[in-house]
RNA sequence: GGCGAGGUAGCUCAGCUGGUUAGAGCGCAGGAUUCAUAAUCCUGAGGUCGGGAGUUCAAGUCUCCCUCUCGCUACCA
């Protein structure tokens, strides 16, 4: 990797409508803070951004759920969302608010900026319009019918039912939650990104590295899933996208514009402007000055986000940036994917998660535990999974085991043996060397050998190979556990004093190592350590460069004589009761959610009148052939026997049935339902189906052989 | 259907531009050991690298076809 002066570190900034959960941690913010707590022990210069995300109308949506104020609500979660953080021993320099002022003006700047620059297209549209709240609505304002699924409480943008995405305008009986009226289409003025007018150059710094043909980064050290992703999005052709919105909740379109009313700044240019804005409160509140980390070519900006926003942060992100101008691009995003939970994905919604804030009161003072099987398990180039087992196994047999095991007996036996006392010894004495049971070794050696495992550390962390770079830290207290088992200091204490002496001379200083290389992953334990050895709190001054230099020269980090403290448990096990009440209440809260939310089925429709009803023609069919239409995945291509006719019905059931299966299928079709043409297909009727809850779907028919065209009253 | 990412030991995953007997951690089996939170250490078993074909002196690694999983996207009157 391109080894820069300076370093700009980003976490995704989480929205403030809800609290944090495992999937977060692993996704956006451990990856970033064992960056920069690594950099911070190299001594380079870098400042850590985060900060919540208050906009939105989501967020205003649950302010009136809750029956309160949008300001209310992101004052709520942002406090909750930042104090979560800190226990959790995430090391931002700054964990800022889009809601500060200093945020907004940024912002406007930027909108401002790529007006005058003309790097805008304005685009006149229709949107739907609430003439009773005089405001147009954004698509979560707007709710309907799902024009898929046929559930009647659909969002503008998205059915939550069945999943699919949706365009306010394909909604039927569409209504505005604002004032539970029927909507109209009027026409509204927004500015749009001409993403295609970049494509040019976006193409050619994401695959090669360049822009305007100077080497900007080498895109071998990007993951694949994140090139794939952006290159799929090229090869699709750019178009212009929206930069503003019609919302009351959010960052005001400067109002110097021209028709700027009412308009607000769309996510992205709010969000990730955001890591500026908070960048320059935290120069501001430093003494620092911010532009050396935005617009200076010896800084390196590094995106830590989760797979989901990859598009924005590879491609719209820099586009932004520069059409503006003046700013530096990432140097990379090492986005990672998603973290799954006992096998099922997280989910808010149905309360399948490990919430952060739980975690930490009810496993007080573990917090290295969970940091660790996160670490461990973190989703850096596949989906991956947390399971409380694993958690348990991780902790006991690594952390305790292992880790902390070690640790343990190097400070029994210098307690025992030396009264606390870290021992002195003969350079030229001969011990079993770490690595195998019959070579001999000197102290100076396993020193050599304990500077390049930490080197591997850190060029894996260089690297963003966070599990690999866990597992050579793991590596670093095995080892030292060999060195106790090969040279058995408990024996030779009585024959040979002298080896032993060297022995746990080498092993304190392992457990010395130890103290600064595990603070990247672990910092509460690393603080124990500094404790436990009496060495003074790392300052994150390039502790570990001074370490690696000292270990290369042969020099001793912890000098003879110099006194330790009494030995401690840095890590206890963790008994299966505790797991499986874990494992018990994740499964009450979700079955408590699924009761809560509702019962599998749907509310009753409103009441229509018998004459309603009579409107519909509902007749028995038969199935006198199906095929599956091309290119499609669930539909399917029928001719039904309605006794005085034949129609061809196209239904979505492909992913049920089997065209073979299903010829003689008695079925009931709504006969007198305008026809509509489906993948250039004539569907001439509505097969009736019953869906479940899961939305498996099944015919319904009339008793066997009952023949076709019969009416349904 | 299109696109992207994956499918490597029981489990979780490494394997960069193709090159000696395919690796790690956990789990499992056997042995050693007791300083330590019944912890540690050693040894071992276990993989036709999703399936098939091809390129090559040589393929987990390149090409094509098929299949399964995840994500984005289109179709569900």
Redesign the pocket.
């Known amino acids: 990797m391109t080894e820069k002066k300076r370093y700009l570190v980003t976490s995704a900034l989480p929205y403030a409508n809800g609290p944090l959960h495992i999937g977060h941690l692993g996704g956006a913010y451990l990856s970033a803070d064992i960056f920069v707590r690594f950099l911070r022990l190299t001594g380079k210069e870098v400042v850590y951004i985060c900060g919540s995300d208050e906009h939105g109308a989501a967020i205003t949506i649950r302010a009136k759920k809750e029956g309160t104020t949008p300001q209310a609500i992101v004052d709520k979660y942002h406090a909750s969302i930042k104090s979560t953080f800190e226990k959790i021993g995430m090391s931002f320099d700054i964990y800022h608010r889009t809601s500060a002022p200093i945020h907004h003006e940024t912002s406007q700047d930027f909108f401002r900026t790529l007006y005058k620059n003309g790097e805008f297209l304005e685009k006149t549209s229709e949107q739907y319009y609430d003439t009773k709240a005089e405001q147009f609505l954004a698509d979560r304002y707007i709710t309907g019918t799902c ?3 046929g559930h009647t409480d659909a969002y503008g943008d998205q059915c939550e039912k ?1 999943g ?2 949706l365009s306010p305008t394909e909604l ?1 009986n569409p209504r505005s939650t604002l004032s539970g009226e029927t909507p109209e289409l009027r026409e509204t003025t927004h500015w749009y990104l001409q993403l295609d007018k970049y494509e040019e150059w976006l193409r050619e710094w994401i695959e090669n590295g360049k822009l305007n043909g100077q080497q900007l980064h080498d895109p ?1 050290d990007w993951k ?2 994140v090139l ?2 952006c ?2 999005w090229l ?2 052709g750019l178009q212009p996208r929206s930069m503003t919105r019609d919302l009351d909740w959010g960052i005001d379109v400067p109002s110097d514009i021209p028709n700027s009313e009412g308009k607000k700044l769309y996510v992205w240019l709010d969000a990730p402007i955001g890591y500026i804005s908070a960048t320059k409160e935290w120069a501001a509140n430093n003494g620092k000055d911010w532009k050396q980390y935005w617009q200076d070519e010896e800084s390196a900006l590094v995106h830590f986000i989760g ?1 989901d926003n990859i598009v924005f942060h590879c491609l719209i992100f820099p586009a932004i940036l520069k059409s503006h101008g003046d700013y530096v691009l990432p140097i990379n995003v090492p986005a990672n994917q ?1 973290l799954n939970l006992e096998g099922k ?1 997280l989910s808010t919604s149905k309360n399948w998660a490990v919430w952060v804030h739980e975690y930490v009161e009810e496993f007080e003072g573990r917090i290295d535990e969970l940091r660790y099987n996160l670490i461990k ?1 973190m ?7 947390f399971t409380w087992k694993g958690f348990q ?1 991780s902790t006991n ?2 952390l ?3 880790f ?2 070690f640790v ?2 190097v400070v ?2 210098t307690n ?1 043996y030396y009264d606390g006392k870290v021992p002195d010894f003969n350079p030229d004495q001969i011990i079993i060397d770490s690595n195998s ?1 019959t070579d001999t070794s000197f102290h100076d050696s396993e020193l050599l050998a304990l500077h390049d495992q930490l080197q591997d550390l850190g060029e894996q962390i260089r690297s963003y190979e966070f ?2 770079a866990l ?1 050579t830290l793991l590596g670093i207290s ?1 080892r030292g ?2 060195l ?3 040279n ?1 200091p ?2 030779a204490i009585k024959t040979q004093p002298e080896t032993v002496k060297v022995v746990l001379n080498i092993s304190l200083q392992i457990v010395a190592a130890l103290s600064v290389a595990s603070r990247p992953f672990l910092p509460f334990t690393s603080d124990k350590l500094r404790g436990l050895l009496n060495l003074p709190p790392i300052e994150d001054k390039g502790e570990l460069t001074d370490l690696l230099s000292n270990l290369s020269e042969g020099n001793p980090i912890l000098a003879a004589g110099h006194t330790i403290g009494d030995p401690i ?5 963790i008994e299966d009761s505790v797991i499986d009440a874990q494992v018990e209440k994740l499964n009450a809260t979700a079955a408590a959610v699924g009761a809560a939310n509702g019962t599998p089925y749907e509310p009753i429709k409103e009441t229509i009148t018998f004459d309603d009803f009579s409107k519909m023609d509902i007749r028995t069919g038969v199935v006198l052939e199906a095929e599956k239409v091309k ?5 399917l291509k029928l001719k039904i026997d309605i006794g005085a006719e034949q129609r061809t ?4 059931i492909a992913e049920y049935y089997d065209p073979e299966k299903i010829i003689g299928q008695e079925v009931l079709l ?1 006969a007198n ?1 305008a026809p ?1 043409k ?2 250039g297909i004539e ?1 001439q ?2 097969i009736l189906m019953a869906e479940n809850e899961k939305g498996e779907l099944a015919f319904v028919q009339p008793k066997e052989a009952f023949g076709g065209g019969f009416t349904v009253k």
């Open positions: 024009p898929k699924c069945c699919s995405t039927i071998n694949n899933h794939g992703q290159k799929s090869d699709g797979k998603f994905k398990n989703p850096e180039q596949r989906d991956s999974e196994d047999n690594e305790v085991n292992n902390a095991n343990n007996r029994v036996l025992k049971q599990r690999a597992t095995a556990n060999q106790l088992q090969f058995e408990w024996k448990h840095l890590f206890t096990k290119k499609t995945k669930k539909l019905v196209v239904s979505g709504l339902l509509r489906l993948r569907s009727g509505m």
